[in-house]
């Protein structure tokens, strides 16, 4: 774990330049307990994203990079490694995961970073996608036109059956977790 000096803490811009003597920076906010630290010594947590079940999701930026610094990083709940073997479960996913994801433009990238922080936990690093959940398209719209929905559809399925020819199965499918994204043209 590598620890940074912020002036302000992202989530609730609690003031932390009077922390910035200490001889140990602040792992987390003294106010909110946002995580301050550098997650694998270079993803700089900036918001949370969502939280669920397994983990919280959180926006990041890679320090190091000056163009396309943007992930996403999932740090997983403690809890969840309580049920035995879990972190080889862990390990298969992310590894899979990233195998299909690099091989599917509809399945989000997962990186190689991956792995358990000493503070944080276990976690994992996803490329941002820049879109919108399709819950919130629904939201928008009484109906979509049936072409829009049969473009959805058809790459879900890709997606899908490329999980499946890897002997996984997606346990959390749902509008909150489908991201729309604009890479062409799209009825």
């Known amino acids: 774990m590598s620890n940074i000096l912020l002036d302000q803490c992202p989530q609730c811009h609690t003031d932390l330049t009077p922390f910035h003597g200490q001889p140990t920076p602040l792992a987390f906010c003294i106010q909110c307990k946002f995580p301050l630290m550098l997650v694998a010594g270079k993803y700089r947590l900036s918001s949370v994203l969502g939280e669920g079940g397994f983990g919280t999701v959180y926006k990041a930026e890679h320090v190091n990079l000056h163009r396309n ?3 996403v990083v999932k740090i997983i709940k403690p809890e969840v490694f309580a ?6 479960r862990f390990v298969r996913e992310v590894q899979v995961t990233s195998d299909i994801s690099q091989r599917n433009e509809h399945i989000v990238r997962i990186y190689d970073d ?10 994992y690093v996803m490329e941002f996608l820049r879109g919108e959940p399709l819950s ?5 719209h009484e109906r979509l036109p049936l072409q829009r929905v049969l473009y959805i559809f058809a790459q879900m399925c890709k997606a899908i059956g490329e999980a499946h020819r890897a002997d996984i199965i997606h346990r959390d499918l749902k509008p909150d977790n489908i ?3 604009h890479r062409h043209e799209h009825p």
């Open 69 to 71: 610094a943007e992930r």
């Open 83 to 88: 049920v035995s073997g879990m972190d080889r």
């Open 114 to 123: 991956f792995g358990e922080d000493d503070v944080l936990g276990f976690y």
């Open 136 to 140: 919130h398209e629904l939201l928008r």
């Open 179 to 181: 991201v729309l994204i």
